[in-house]
C-alpha cells in the first residue's frame, strides 16, 4: 500500500504544552507510532506524519486531540495515550458525526469526574445498563466490564436512581485454598473483592466509601450471601460469573425486584470450576439469548484499554485455544482472576 505523508502544524505554539504532548524523551511519540504503524518526525510545532493513509488521518487527529488536552497543563500519562489511541484502533474516526448526533451520549458522571467508554462495544455495553433492567458483559479480562458497570452504579447511586449498591462476587478458588488464608470469613474473600472497592475508591473518594459502606447503602458481599433476599431500587453487579454454576445463576437472577438493575460480567476463558461443573454463564448466554428487556454485550481483545501488551497475550491465548479441542462449559484457562480496569 502506498505511503502517504502530512505536515501537522499545533498551535498555539507552546515549548511546555508540546513537551507534554511528547513526553519524556519522546515517549509519548514512540508510542503512537508503535500503536498506529506510522512515522512521526518532530520539529517544533510542525509534526510530520508517514505511514498509510488511515493511521496519518487517524495519528494527524490524535494529536491534535491530545494536545488540546495539554490546554489545562495536566500531564498526560503512557496510560491516556493508550486509552485515547482505543478510540481509533477501534474504528471511531471512521464514525460519522451523524452517528454520534443520532445516539445518546455514552458519558457516564462520577463525583470525582467523567468516564467515557473508549470502543463501540464498551459504548453499547453502557447505553443496555442504562435502558435494561439485566445486562450481561461477557469477554476477556482488561475490557472494562466491571469498570463502566460500577460506574453506572456511582452515577444512578449519585443521581438517586437507585438507593443501594450491592457488588457481588462467587468466592471460587483458583489454585488457593480459602481455607488456609488468615482471618474470617470476610477477611478470606475480601482479596477476591478488592478490584471492586479499588473502582469505588476512584470514583467516591475512599471516606466516602467508607462511609457509605458503614450504612449499609454499598454493599459488598459473596454471591452466597444472596440466596433468600428480593433486592429492590437497587444497583447488582455479579463480578467473574463464570465461576457461577447454573443453579447459582439461576438463584441470582430470580433475586431481583422491582427499580433494580442487575448488571452479570465474566469471562468464559477463565472458568476456576470443578472439572465437569457447567459455567451459570455459558449457559444463562443460551438460555436468555432471545428474552426481550435483557441486554448482551461481547467484547473482544480490540476493547482491552490495559497496556498493549495485554491485548496481544488474549489474542495470542485465542489463536491457541482455537487450535485446541476443550469444552466451552470448562475451557482451559490460566487460574488467574483479573480485575477490569
Not at 99 to 126: C, F, M, N
Not at 323 to 329: D, E
Request: charged share 25%; net charge neutral; glycine share 8%.
Amino acid at each position: 500500500m502506498a505511503s502517504h505523508f502530512i505536515n501537522l502544524t499545533l498551535l498555539p505554539d507552546s515549548a511546555q504544552r508540546l513537551s507534554n504532548l511528547c513526553g519524556r524523551l519522546n515517549e509519548h511519540i514512540q508510542q503512537i507510532e508503535l500503536g498506529l504503524q506510522l512515522k512521526i518526525r518532530q520539529r517544533g510545532n510542525i509534526f510530520q506524519l508517514n505511514g498509510d493513509e488511515q493511521a496519518v488521518a487517524s495519528g494527524c487527529e490524535l494529536l491534535e486531540m491530545l494536545y488540546r488536552a495539554t490546554e489545562n497543563e495536566k500531564l498526560l500519562s503512557p496510560n491516556q495515550i493508550h486509552l485515547a489511541m482505543q478510540e481509533f484502533l477501534n474504528n471511531e474516526s471512521a464514525e460519522t458525526e451523524s452517528d454520534h448526533a443520532a445516539e445518546p451520549s455514552a458519558l457516564i458522571s462520577t463525583p470525582k469526574g467523567s468516564i467515557k467508554p473508549r470502543s463501540k462495544h464498551q459504548r453499547d455495553y453502557v447505553r443496555n445498563i442504562w435502558r435494561h433492567d439485566i445486562n450481561f458483559g461477557i469477554g476477556p479480562a482488561g475490557t472494562g466490564k466491571t469498570y463502566l458497570a460500577v460506574a453506572c452504579a456511582v452515577e444512578a447511586l449519585t443521581k438517586e436512581r437507585i438507593n443501594r449498591i450491592l457488588l457481588v462476587r462467587p468466592a471460587v478458588e483458583a489454585g488457593e485454598k480459602l481455607g488456609f488464608l488468615p482471618g474470617d470469613l470476610s477477611q478470606k474473600i475480601d482479596p477476591y473483592l478488592r478490584p471492586l472497592y479499588d473502582a469505588l475508591y476512584e470514583m467516591l473518594g475512599f471516606e466516602r466509601v467508607g462511609r457509605l459502606i458503614e450504612k449499609n447503602v454499598i454493599e459488598v458481599a459473596p454471591l452466597a450471601y444472596m440466596r433468600g433476599r428480593t433486592l429492590n431500587n437497587s444497583f447488582i453487579i455479579l463480578d467473574e460469573s463464570q465461576n457461577t454454576t447454573t443453579a447459582q445463576m439461576k438463584m441470582f437472577l430470580t433475586r431481583i425486584g422491582f427499580g433494580s438493575t442487575a448488571v452479570i460480567t465474566g469471562d468464559v476463558t477463565q472458568i476456576d470450576l470443578p472439572k465437569g461443573e457447567r459455567s451459570g454463564l455459558v449457559h444463562v448466554s443460551q438460555v436468555l439469548k432471545n428474552v426481550d428487556g435483557i441486554g448482551f454485550a461481547h467484547f473482544s481483545s480490540q476493547d482491552v484499554v490495559r497496556h498493549r501488551l495485554v491485548q496481544r497475550i488474549v489474542e495470542a491465548y485465542d489463536a491457541f485455544d482455537d487450535k485446541s479441542v476443550t469444552p466451552i462449559s470448562n475451557p482451559k484457562n490460566s487460574g488467574k482472576h483479573d480485575s477490569d480496569h
